[in-house]
């Protein structure tokens, strides 16, 4: 990874030094065993999963126009795809939390993938129109304030045409100056959160330094993760 | 005038920041470690440095919290 790296928190600890409860025990069980006893199971862990998913969506819903058969047809494609996700990777639960958290997880990573799509659906973004007079607004910047920090936006501007690449800028435009959610855009470009995030944050790094370097922000101690 | 306070915000990156594969891999953890009534920051300082800067993963985070405080069982 170029500048984000997946390092952080010894769970050794956890992983080893914690048996895993006697309800976590019974979900890995039941999803390892086979016929009636997994079906069982599987119907179980999908109600539960569908509850979460409800929730999660009600809970995000509120900036979006979801009408009640979306709302359900989101929730329950979320709950599908991540009691699938939870099959397919059971055996990698290691016992470092409760299985139900750990199954949870799946249901937000769905959840968001999701209104991802739902996002594209109700929403109009030019891609590749760069909203520069939003920029003055999204950095709190009162109109009797605009003067001064024109040559700071030029500079800004300047470092984002010349210093990013192509990816970087339209990532950064995307996010930053359009307001396009990061599940969104990697949707849009067939990548994923990770990948795009990843963009963003090189493209940050990199006009920090560009400003940095003209004289418009303050240099800061700086060293790649 | 004070250009970084608010370009901060804008262009802030945190070297420590473990991405967004990183912070799925131990979010069950860092809520679990919340939920028991201990600060995670300590423990996971780039997985709580990613949720700073990542308003994806962040919505994760307060979801996947409330459902494990909750709507479990």
């Known amino acids: 990874m ?21 309800e976590s025990r019974l979900w890995v069980q039941g999803l390892r065993a086979a016929g009636s006893e997994r079906e069982a199971v599987l ?24 009408r009640g058969p979306e709302f359900d047809d989101l929730a329950n494609q979320a709950a599908d795809d991540a009691l699938l996700a939870i099959t397919a990777k059971v055996d990698g639960f290691r016992g470092e939390s409760r299985f139900t958290t750990w199954a949870y997880k799946f249901v937000m990573f769905e959840v968001s993938t999701k209104l991802a799509r739902h996002f594209w659906r109700t929403t109009t973004v030019p891609m590749d129109q760069q909203d520069w007079d939003r920029l003055p607004d999204l950095l709190g910047v009162q109109p009797h304030e605009r ?53 963003l944050f090189d493209a940050r790094r990199k006009l920090r330094a560009s400003l940095a370097a003209n004289g418009y922000l303050p240099h800061t101690a700086s060293r790649r993760p | 005038m004070n250009h970084e306070s608010s370009l901060d915000k804008l262009l802030a990156t945190d070297p420590a920041d473990v991405g967004c594969d990183g ?34 993963c962040r ?15």
């Open chain 1, 147 to 199: 003067a001064e920090w024109h040559e700071l936006l030029v500079a800004l501007r300047r470092a984002v045409d010349e210093d990013l690449t192509d990816r970087q800028r339209r990532v950064f435009v995307a996010i930053a100056l359009n307001g396009v959610p990061i599940d969104a855009l990697a949707l849009e470009l067939a990548s994923n959160r990770n990948a795009i995030y990843k963009s």
């Open chain 1, 43 to 66: 119907a179980r862990l999908h109600a539960l999963l569908l509850r979460v998913a409800r929730h999660e969506v009600h809970r995000r819903s509120a900036s979006l126009q979801l």
């Open chain 2, 59 to 73: 919505a994760d985070y307060q979801g996947l919290l409330a459902a494990a405080a909750g709507l479990d069982g």
């Open chain 2, 23 to 56: 912070t799925f891999e131990l979010l069950h953890v860092y809520v679990e470690v919340e939920l028991a009534g201990q600060d995670p920051q300590p423990r996971f300082p780039g997985l709580a440095a990613h949720l700073r800067s990542c308003k994806a």
């Open chain 1, 2 to 22: 170029s500048s984000v790296d997946p390092v952080d928190g010894d769970v050794s600890d956890l992983a080893l030094g914690r048996t895993v409860d006697a």
